[in-house]
């Protein structure tokens, strides 16, 4: 049975840090979402904020609200934002008290592990109630080195990989999943962080609380699991950060280790500097990240836009400038579907 | 004081993957190496074999011939092999065992922690010997993220990168840290691996036993604190792997993280395949290797060559081709030195 969940997201819904939010109101199979602590947006339905559809997911001021006025009950609270470095808030630990003393369990992908503070326990077992820490690293011992079994892959494997982080690789990863099932395809996608076990994907590990030695062996084995479980025809990829992302480089891991010789690239063209980095002086360049992934033996099948900031107008300008450029289908996930 | 220690090497000592024991052969300020345990390398010395320079480091068959002929005591036990995987060999777990009961103390650079291991925990107890895992991640809050500080830092910072793993970039690392310093310039290396640490060197961190999300934050904060300790002229880097190695790609977060600028690339011209993975057709390539180093923005200074399976002339002529193929200077540190 899926369990009802709540989220929690810091007066932030509205903002890209609350991407693991903004995945689990667009789809999770894990969890029934019926609401959004939000004092910033409460009042509005959370589907809509998005997406412009309603998806009876109400947003609340308050957790007190929630439990005076919602008509259905919730077992989990779920924190639904990410913010660089993956520590708690101070002001989220109040609420995150408050959800507990209200009964729920609680279900966190920051870093901080929530089990592991003292005060957290204690009030959870008072309370009776769970703290879930998905991102908590799995013991060395089920971890696997990477072997070359990849190379016996035979469908397709592609990486949705992006400019920067918090940018909607996971969605567009998602919704290609999605549109190629819909074309009769037998199509799996492989997740890579706390959303995608969220959103209750089968396939993949949260890959930036693994030990470095073994990502390589992680994505490798999530894909040939899959592959042989499923016999899979094509195999989509969630990918992490952005090669040329100086706070976490990733990529390479996708295109080499997990052999994925095919990328949708994923841009937004309103962003002009890595997510939290204004100050470094260095600036996201597409171009640039092209040449990388080129550069790395795979091809870019097309780019796509997070239109972010812009009016449908402006990035449909970006769409017509990037074709022209870079000589590479441009689409608007969100905006035109990716069919 | 330092104190004297025992390198165990299980009949790999003249293999690449005795690499940890190549690099405290040739240098290390934290112990006092006295003698290597290596049955198929017994009876010469481990300075001349490697180096054709005696060191004072008799190899010895058995821990019994060490224990009876040796006219020193050793405090401890370091295990001088990596293999692919970091897990400890059953042969070696014997060797291991004998060495506790003979009263050393353990020092491992192993994924596999000898302190988790009931038999081991035991056995060390029992008399009274310590069981050190280096490798052991240090907890996350003394862990750093990413900030940018490293745009502060302006010093010349190199990295010495490598077409493969177990190929010499730390060796290589050492001695043109040497030799810079030799020329008067204050020169420092940031050491990457367990190796490193063993060597006692003083900046830095393993990089391969960190979470993947601190990797960029420790490397940043590596360089940082050694440029603000030390006032440094000039920072080296201990690179790890390869850009192009599908078992665990590396080197981005050196070029973009620790904002590498500038790099000197290891090759070994005799090797055909990525260590341990003959069976995946995926050849090593400098060519390639060089095209993505100039992809991340850095400039590749000199390319330096790792002999192994090559004569002299040999490895002089693959010097001569590849001046002529890149227009780069091409250096043997081992033969012609660094300077």
Known sequence: MTENALLLTAGILEQPNAKTAHGLIRTTSRYNIIGVIDKNSAGKDAGYLLDKVDRNMPVYATLEDFLRDSPRKAKYAIIGVAFPGGKLPVEMAAEVKA??????????????????MPD??????????????????????????????IMQ????IIAVLGTDCAMGKRTTATLVTQATKEKGLNA????????????????????????????SGELENAVVTCYK?????????????????????CGS??????????????????????????????????????????????????ITLNTRGLSLAQALE?????????????????????G
Chains 1, 2 share one sequence.
């Not at 016999?231 to 989509?236: G, K, L, Q, R, V």
């Not at 970006?318 to 990716?338: H, M, N, S, T």
């Open 253 to 302: 891991e996708f295109l080499l280790s997990a052999q994925c010789k095919a990328v949708l690239l994923q841009h937004a063209p309103a962003r002009i500097w890595f997510n939290g980095q204004e100050n470094t002086g260095i600036k996201i360049s597409l171009k640039n990240e092209l040449e990388l992934i080129r550069s790395y033996g795979s091809r870019v099948l097309a």
């Open 318 to 338: 970006y769409k017509r400038q990037y074709e022209k450029e870079f000589g590479l289908p441009v689409v608007l996930p969100l905006e035109e579907g990716v």
């Open 153 to 156: 892959v035979k469908c397709p």
């Open 229 to 249: 479980d499923t016999s899979a025809d094509i195999i989509f990829m969630e990918g992490q950060s952005a090669l040329s992302n100086p706070s976490g480089p």
């Open 120 to 149: 957290m326990k204690e009030l959870a077992a008072q309370h009776k109630v769970e703290l879930i820490d998905i991102r908590k690293p799995r013991p060395k011992d089920q971890l696997k080195f990477w072997t070359g079994e």
């Open 188 to 215: 799996h996608m492989i997740f890579t962080g706390q959303t995608g076990w969220l959103q209750g994907n089968k396939y993949g590990f949260i890959l930036d609380s693994t030990y470095n030695d073994f990502i």
């Open 99 to 116: 959800a507990i003393r209200a009964g729920l369990s609680i279900v966190s992908g920051l870093h901080d592990f929530l089990s592991d």
